[in-house]
């Protein structure tokens, strides 16, 4: 049975097609996106949600003209993956206005100007693939937008866990901005 016919099924709630697709393709599905972010729980959740997504509305997969879906998944698995990495440095990268004009407040702005971005990006993503798997998740979930009580929910975890954890993430990219000679701006994280 092609995928094709089988993603049919499943948007029908037939069982046995989802099992038959599962079956298929989790094990080389699971080692393309392993591959990719090196962290089995986040590889893990990825693929859960991709498999949701699936099982709730088959009809976003595109199949080949054999009506084989493995290259979509693929891609569509690429593009998570992405969002991952983007989701990893979109809090931490980024000062609000506020800290942006307390340092231009004290005439530090041309610090602002000789810091890139682009180097501090760097040296952020070296320090949260470091940083050990619960941890590297909290700081994760965090930088999405989940508050402390919702990152706490999704990993059934304690609240104050939640924040220890963060803490500590967030110190060592401190120790990593001073060290590297932006202690003005680390101070303001």
């Known amino acids: 049975m092609t995928d094709k016919e089988l993603i049919i099924l499943i948007g029908f709630k037939n069982r046995e097609a989802y099992n038959a697709l599962y079956d298929r393709y989790w094990q080389s599905l699971y080692m393309h996106v392993f591959g990719k972010i090196k962290e089995h729980e986040v590889t893990q959740d990825i693929l859960q949600e991709f498999w949701i997504k699936i099982w709730k509305d088959p009809s976003f997969v595109l199949t080949n003209e054999e009506g084989m879906a493995k290259g979509f998944f693929c891609k569509f698995l690429n593009f998570r993956v992405l969002d991952y990495y983007r989701s990893l440095h979109h ?9 942006r004009n307390t340092i231009e407040q ?8 000789d810091i890139s971005l682009k180097d501090m990006n760097i040296l952020i ?18 930088r999405q937008g989940h508050s402390v009580g919702e990152t706490a929910r999704l990993l059934s975890i304690s609240e104050k866990t939640v924040r220890n954890k963060y803490s500590l ?19 303001f994280f």
């Open 125 to 142: 993503q070296k320090v949260i693939d470091e940083l050990p798997g619960a941890v590297k998740r909290i700081a994760w979930l965090r």
């Open 169 to 187: 993430a967030m110190a060592k990219i401190r120790e990593v901005l001073k060290s590297a000679g932006t202690k003005i701006i680390a101070s």
């Open 106 to 113: 004290i005439g530090y702005s041309h610090i602002l100007e």
């Open 91 to 99: 809090e931490i990268i980024s000062l609000d206005n506020e800290k």
